[in-house]
């Protein structure tokens, strides 16, 4: 099984529609969870953290379930700017690295 | 402004050529990291560095080499046993433990 395991996509939404990604992880004891956006050709930008309560920032909500193990990203609202890749962060073993999603891709069209 | 410098943006190799990328952050973090992404393919974990004069090899480290002489600089060097290094390279840096990771806006490399 991977560490982080996330569906490739595309997810192609229209503007203003709601979209939601999951994303798997098999380390039980990880802390840190994030979700990135990368652009093409672009380095990886932190989009948020994801914290045990949940939290939302903006458009964006960010959810972590435990007992299941995975973590989940919604977006409210899509922009055509949302479209680009997102990637599910999460500590590897040790905590000193973190450990990449593949990325799930999503499309905004107008 | 406080970040993470990565030089060149494009850098070309010739056959049996050594080349060093520069990564160098004035965020005054402990940790730095290299990665490689091909084409439509995720990050994979070249070396990483928690502290000065320390590092540990990644998933991929096999073709490459570092060195940690200074808290602020992590270059990687893609040598001639590395062969094929036509990929986009990440530098990145962490403030601790439980904190995410900065990128650089990274180093195209290419074989001549």
């Known amino acids: 099984r991977k560490e982080v395991e996330q569906d490739p996509g595309p997810f192609n939404v229209p503007e203003g529609a709601t979209v939601a990604f999951n994303c798997t992880y098999s380390n039980s004891a990880s802390q840190s969870f994030f979700w990135y956006r990368q652009d093409c050709r672009k380095e990886p930008k932190l989009l948020m953290s994801?914290?045990?309560s949940g939290n939302e920032d903006g458009r964006f909500t960010a959810q972590l379930n435990r007992a299941s193990q995975y973590i989940s990203l919604l977006i409210r609202d899509s922009k055509l700017s949302d479209s680009a890749t997102y990637l599910c962060?999460?500590?590897?073993?040790?905590?000193?690295?973190?450990?990449f999603g593949t990325g799930t891709r999503l499309l905004v069209s107008p | 402004d406080g970040g993470i410098t990565q030089s060149p943006k494009y850098l070309f190799r010739k056959e049996g050529q050594n080349v060093t990328l520069s990564c160098e952050q004035n965020?005054?973090?402990?940790?730095m990291y290299w990665y490689r992404q091909d084409p439509g393919q995720g990050l994979r974990l070249i070396y990483y560095s928690q502290i000065v004069n320390d590092f540990q090899k990644g998933d991929i480290a096999e073709g490459y080499s570092v060195s940690r002489e200074k808290k602020e600089s992590f270059p990687l060097t893609v040598t001639s046993a590395q062969k094929n290094p036509t990929a986009f390279y990440l530098c990145a840096s962490r403030g601790g433990a439980e904190q995410p990771q900065h990128f650089g806006d990274g180093t195209r490399l290419s074989i001549l």
């Open positions: 994801v914290y045990s």
């Open positions: 965020l005054n973090h402990d940790a």
């Open positions: 962060v999460v500590n590897g073993p040790g905590f000193q690295k973190l450990v």
